[in-house]
């Protein structure tokens, strides 16, 4: 039985443009360059939460002049 409780580890392509406000396009352009770790399961692409959330504090860090977020 399902536990609505457990949060997703992997997000679809939708859900990652969703989630994260990065545009499909430029997602995928990060996925193609190797910025973005994905996996793949069959067929379909999946991005880790943990690495979205990592691709996003490394680019804030970034932006704020290599200071920790």
């Known amino acids: 039985m399902f536990d609505a409780r ?3 580890i992997n997000l679809s392509v939708p859900e990652a443009v969703s989630a994260s406000g990065i545009g499909r396009t430029t997602l995928f352009s990060l996925i193609k360059s190797g910025e973005l770790e994905t ?17 996003l504090d ?3 860090a ?7 977020a």
Do not use: F
């Open 39 to 55: 996996i793949k399961i069959g067929r379909r692409r999946y991005i880790p939460v943990g690495a979205l959330n990592d691709y």
């Open 58 to 60: 490394q680019l804030r």
């Open 6 to 8: 457990i949060s997703k």
């Open 62 to 68: 970034q932006q704020n002049g290599g200071a920790a």
